[in-house]
């Protein structure tokens, strides 16, 4: 069996990796691809491999997209940390998923279930209506945090965030105030607990609230410089390769998802 990842956190790619490789089924792992822009490449330029593992939440942005892009025949078996919403989409389409941390019996339990899968043609109607599902679908997203402060939790709710930066492998997050607030965690975890619609991943240390935003400027190599309401502590710029997405998230904010 050929199987493809796509997971953009390493430590969960490597730990799912090696769980599948250490099964006795034969398991040859093609590829391990960490974004949605990586899974619309390779799936264009390769085979179709026999069964594909998904995270639904990407650093930058839902893996839908990809289905949206290009068209996918394996069986998917997506994998999520939320055991909410999403998980009815899953329940009523049929569709296997691993809820993280991912064990032994469930990963047993998706490949059994490859096994008995018989139809490519119902797969791809599956992630259809699974994509249907999932726009129609409020996902577990915080919209209030508990920021610790002293001997104090200071509630902060999400409509105050302007921006959150990586500092030190840790997740800094600015206020429309300019207050800022470390947490425990990284930036790549926190993007994820948070509404793409209201947040967009300019690069690997900012993630932009939409209204922060105050004006775009065309930068050196086809780039995009973003000029927030608030002052950062350098400049933010937008990969050319991701350009048209931002175009698109800023001037449809994903009203649809």
């Not at 000029?227 to 009203?255: G, H």
């Amino acid at each position: 069996m050929k199987a493809v990842i796509v997971e953009d956190e390493y430590v969960a790619a490597q730990t799912l990796q090696r769980m599948l490789e250490s099964m006795e089924e034969d398991i040859e792992i093609l590829a391990v691809l960490q974004s949605i822009e990586d899974s619309v490449n390779w799936f264009s330029q390769n085979e179709s491999p026999d069964l594909a593992f998904m995270d639904i939440h990407l650093a930058d942005g839902y893996s839908f997209v990809i289905f949206e892009q290009i068209k996918i025949e394996c069986p998917i078996v997506f994998t999520t940390a939320y055991d909410e919403y999403a998980m009815k989409a899953f329940e009523v389409n049929s569709i296997d998923y691993l809820l993280k941390p991912i064990n032994k019996k469930d990963l047993e339990r998706a490949i059994a279930k490859y096994k008995n899968f018989s139809s490519r043609m119902n797969n791809a109607d599956l992630i259809t209506q699974l994509i249907g599902t999932l726009k129609n679908t409020k996902a577990a997203y915080k919209s209030n945090f508990l920021i610790p402060h002293k001997d104090k939790l200071l509630p902060l709710s999400t409509d105050k965030i302007a921006y959150v930066c990586s500092e030190y492998k840790m997740a800094k997050i600015v206020t429309f105030n300019q207050q800022s607030y470390t947490l425990d965690t990284s930036l790549d975890e926190l993007s994820k607990q948070l509404d793409p619609s209201m947040f967009f991943r300019a690069n690997r240390q900012y993630l932009l609230a939409h209204r922060a935003i105050d004006d775009i400027s065309v930068w050196f190599g086809g780039k995009l410089a973003v000029n927030l309401t608030i002052p950062t502590s350098e400049r933010v710029t937008i990969s050319r390769a991701r350009v048209a997405d931002f175009k698109d998230w800023y001037t449809q904010n994903y009203a649809d998802v």
